[in-house]
């Protein structure tokens, strides 16, 4: 099989597409890269990449009217919970003093935190009780979703915690100057769709205890940059590592035409990954005794899963033997087995504990789907976590 398999939805036309469903030389499209000569002659691999790249096609369609029905239902649920539900919006109206939402204002609520409005931590868990880690993870995830504002407010305020700041990361083309002359870049994609935009979010917090919570926002309901990430069924094969979900890799921050250089240009828009390493080189350094842990809820939860495959990539060791754990929640699946066994063997030496919390039959934890007519996905876990009294929804 090929050592990739890149596809650009930019690139395709429809006619182009549906061309790849009839001809097993793939090669020839223009939206599919992959090495000179390959031929693709099993149906069901075409009919895969079809469907990926036109589900992007539809979603880039469909951007604007998605994300202005989202934002309209945002703006319509806070409006509502402002004036204390619809009849107190009628007499508010009446009475000409209507609460009108303000979007970059710590009160105003995504539509995920619209759904669910718990902001504290479980008090009956302390600090010390071994299931501290997994309920600030969870909250963190879910507060990932809300405005800068929002997010400062709630570790400060509620959680009484070091608010260390929130971000959007670029997911775009970037040619860095910096690159190794040994630095091994023939896996990656010279063509393959970027989103050319800040689409990748994450905030970074500091408990009472020392420890560095690094929270990456997952995919929101209305927005379809997240869900083209989701999509892309590109995958990538790192040396050594295995083959793993080009889309995920993407959003993390690599870099087109260059993969995983150790260094980021100084000039160029910070990705995720570059940008979260500095920062925690910066803060561990200061405090010998501080530790990081990774989380994030959907693609945030795959995110948080790759971010240590990447600093194995970049034998960032003293990093690794910081990172105490990473916790994960409705998180797709990323990699090969290849890539499964990698990530077992990183964990082991580092002694880096992994935990994935699902719900047994929740769709999003089996995907990409387990299917050999394009790649093996599976997990890289041994501490699963699934709702109780249920069949682990581990493949």
Same mark, same amino acid.
């Given at each position: 099989m090929a050592s990739r398999l890149l596809s650009n939805d930019q690139d395709a036309s429809f006619v182009d597409l549906?061309?790849?469903?009839?001809?097993?030389?793939?090669?020839?499209?223009?939206?599919?890269?992959?090495?000179?000569?390959?031929?693709?002659?099993?149906?069901?691999?075409?009919?895969?990449?079809?469907?990926?790249?036109?589900?992007?096609?539809?979603?880039?369609?469909?951007?604007?009217?998605?994300?202005?029905?989202?934002?309209?239902?945002?703006?319509?649920?806070?409006?509502?919970?402002?004036?204390?539900?619809?009849?107190?919006?009628?007499?508010?109206?009446?009475?000409?003093?209507? +609460?009108?939402?303000?979007?970059?204002?710590?009160?105003?609520?995504?539509?995920?935190? #619209?759904?669910?409005?718990?902001?504290?931590?479980?008090?009956?868990?302390?600090?010390? !009780?071994?299931?501290?880690?997994?309920?600030?993870? +969870?909250?963190? /995830?879910?507060?990932?979703?809300?405005?800068?504002?929002?997010?400062?407010?709630?570790?400060? !305020?509620?959680?009484?915690?070091?608010?260390?700041?929130?971000?959007?990361?670029?997911?775009?083309?970037?040619?860095?100057?910096?690159?190794?002359?040994?630095?091994?870049?023939?896996?990656?994609?010279?063509?393959?769709?970027?989103?050319?935009?800040?689409?990748?979010?994450?905030?970074?917090?500091?408990?009472?205890?020392?420890?560095?919570?690094?929270?990456?926002?997952?995919?929101?309901?209305?927005?379809?940059? /997240?869900? #083209?990430? !989701?999509?892309?069924?590109?995958?990538?094969?790192?040396?050594?590592?295995?083959?793993?979900?080009?889309?995920?890799?993407?959003a993390l921050g690599m870099q087109k035409s260059r993969g995983w250089p150790k260094k980021q240009a100084d000039n160029k828009p910070e990705t995720a990954y570059y940008a979260l390493r500095k920062l925690l080189k910066e803060k561990l350094q200061n405090n010998d005794k501080a530790k990081f842990i990774v989380t994030g809820h959907s693609l945030g939860g795959a995110l948080a899963a790759l971010f240590p495959a990447i600093l194995s990539l970049h034998d960032e060791s003293w990093l690794l033997d910081r990172l105490d754990g990473v916790y994960t929640f409705g998180q797709p699946r990323v990699g090969d087995e290849k890539f499964a066994e990698y990530m077992e063997g990183i964990l082991g030496k580092h002694n880096i504990d992994y935990y994935r919390f699902v719900y047994s039959y929740d769709m999003v934890p089996r995907l990409p789907y387990d299917d050999s007519t394009l790649i093996v996905y599976t997990l890289y876990s041994v501490n699963d976590l699934v709702e109780s009294g249920s069949p682990p929804n581990k493949e």
């Open positions: 549906c061309k790849i469903l009839f001809s097993s030389d793939v090669g020839k499209r223009k939206f599919v890269d992959c090495p000179d000569g390959v031929r693709e002659p099993l149906f069901g691999r075409r009919w895969i990449i079809f469907v990926s790249v036109l589900v992007q096609k539809m979603l880039k369609a469909t951007a604007k009217p998605m994300s202005g029905f989202g934002s309209g239902v945002e703006y319509w649920l806070n409006l509502l919970s402002g004036n204390k539900g619809f009849f107190g919006l009628v007499m508010n109206s009446l009475k000409g003093k209507v +609460v009108y939402p303000d979007r970059t204002s710590a009160n105003f609520l995504s539509f995920t935190g #619209s759904i669910d409005k718990r902001l504290q931590l479980d008090c009956n868990i302390g600090q010390e !009780d071994c299931r501290y880690y997994s309920v600030l993870s +969870v909250m963190a /995830a879910k507060a990932s979703y809300e405005n800068h504002q929002y997010i400062q407010s709630i570790v400060k !305020d509620q959680w009484k915690m070091d608010y260390l700041g929130s971000y959007d990361f670029w997911n775009g083309k970037i040619y860095p100057e910096f690159i190794p002359d040994n630095f091994p870049v023939l896996m990656f994609a010279e063509i393959s769709h970027y989103q050319e935009k800040a689409t990748t979010q994450a905030f970074v917090l500091k408990d009472n205890k020392d420890v560095i919570i690094v929270a990456f926002r997952g995919t929101e309901t209305f927005d379809p940059d /997240a869900w #083209s990430s !989701d999509f892309d069924i590109s995958w990538y094969e790192l040396p050594g590592a295995g083959k793993i979900h080009g889309g995920f890799l993407k």
